[in-house]
C-alpha cells in the first residue's frame, strides 16, 4: 500500500518562498513519474509538476514556470517543490502523487492522495 506524507507548507507574504517535500513509502514502481498537484478552495485540484523518475525531464503549469521547481531523491523516494516568487494565486492544499499519465495537454493521477499540505499567500 503506498502512503504520500506531504510537509513545508505555510502562511507567507507574496514573493517569499516554500520548499514542500514529500515522502512516499510502500509498494511503488521505480519507473513510477511523481509530481505536485493543487487545489484552491473552490476550485478542482490541479496538475502543478511532474518529474521523471531519472529526474531529467520535468513539466511544469505554465502559471508556475520559472517560479517553481521539482526535483526528487530516489534514494529516500523523497519529491520537492520548491517555490519561489509565491503569488496569492498559489494559495491551496499542495498534494503531490504517483504514477502519473499524461492527460492532454497536461497529467493526472488514480491516487493514492496524501493529506496535503496547506499553502497560504498573503499579499
Known amino acids: 500500500q503506498v502512503q504520500l506524507v506531504e510537509s513545508g507548507g505555510g502562511l507567507v507574504q507574496a514573493g517569499d518562498s516554500l520548499r514542500l517535500s514529500c515522502t512516499v513509502s510502500?509498494?511503488?514502481?521505480?519507473?513510477?513519474?511523481m509530481g505536485w498537484f493543487r487545489q484552491a478552495p473552490g476550485r478542482e485540484r490541479e496538475f502543478v509538476a511532474a518529474?521523471?523518475?531519472?529526474?531529467?525531464?520535468?513539466n511544469y503549469v505554465d502559471s508556475v514556470k520559472g517560479r517553481f521547481t521539482i526535483s526528487r531523491d530516489s534514494a529516500t523516494n523523497t519529491v520537492y517543490l520548491q517555490m519561489n516568487s509565491l503569488k496569492t494565486e498559489d494559495t491551496g492544499i499542495y498534494y503531490c502523487?504517483?504514477?502519473?499519465?499524461?492527460?492532454?495537454?497536461?497529467?493526472?493521477?488514480?491516487?493514492?492522495w496524501g493529506q496535503g499540505t496547506q499553502v497560504t499567500v498573503s499579499s
Open positions: 502523487a504517483v504514477d502519473l499519465k499524461p492527460s492532454g495537454s497536461s497529467w493526472s493521477s488514480a491516487g493514492p
Open positions: 510502500g509498494r511503488t514502481s521505480t519507473s513510477s513519474r
Open positions: 518529474i521523471r523518475p531519472s529526474g531529467g525531464f520535468r
